[in-house]
């Protein structure tokens, strides 16, 4: 397939699960009945809760939860690939995943990716985060050879560290992806320009889906769900952080093209650091 639509849904994830999948659900229905081929949701979409304690006593065992369950079969009944942006999920070692899944058009699961760059940060106006103080990070960089393109897996905080993303693109993946759920804060300094540099600097398309709003933990997130091309143009945003969608016309053939004008990928080469320590005088 050449060419195919993709759609990001954005969320305003809260505490109950059942909620949020039946939200989602309409968003994605709606997508879908415009033709969407590809539909993706924001990082965890299934539940966006701060307190570590509420989110171990909310979230099931891996393959029970209800949001993942509920999907496979609205992937198959709409004939779709569903790309969960990630869900909290809880390990068989009682610690929790913050865990994307790629489902086919038949239900199954596709592939999924554990995200593994953690969000420890202190921010300007007092925000504090430590996701590593409930998550556990992932250590594998994923590409999945879809029916409709070569894709690689990434969540939110990943689009920082562009290794991620040249290792995927260097393995052929042709569409890059980074559902989020960005603080307000970070997302109006650097979303834009984190996608589009990712996309320009690997010839790929981006998708990016977003949660977006104030939710009911009273964090504030960014939204501005959006698609940028291979030539760093975005292409379809929600440009809100409002619940919707967006849909973009994604052609594979774009990607050959970017790469061919400026072949970064090609012409990168191995080399190795030399550091020189500042003399404390000049030499006579």
Known sequence: MPSFTAACVQLRSGRTILENAENAE?????????????????EMSNLLVRSREELFERIPPGQE????TRAKSLAAELGIYLHLG??????????VANRAFLIAPDGKIAASYDKIHMFDVDLPNGESWRESATYEP????VVADLSIARLGMAICYDIRFPAIFRMQSRAGA????????????TGKAHWHVLQRARAIENGAYVISAAQGGTHED???TYGHSLVVDPWGVVIAELANDEPGYVLAEIDIE?????RARIPAIANERDFKLLRIEALKEMPA
């Open 26 to 42: 309409a968003l994605i229905r709606a997508a879908a009945g415009e033709g969407a081929d590809y539909v993706q949701t924001p």
């Open 65 to 68: 939860d209800l949001f993942l």
């Open 86 to 95: 990630s869900l909290a999920i809880l390990r068989e070692n009682g610690k």
């Open 138 to 141: 992932g250590t594998q960089s």
């Open 174 to 185: 042709q569409v890059l992806t980074g559902p989020a759920a960005f603080t307000r804060q």
């Open 218 to 220: 009273g964090r504030e």
């Open 254 to 258: 774009n990607v050959a093209k970017a």
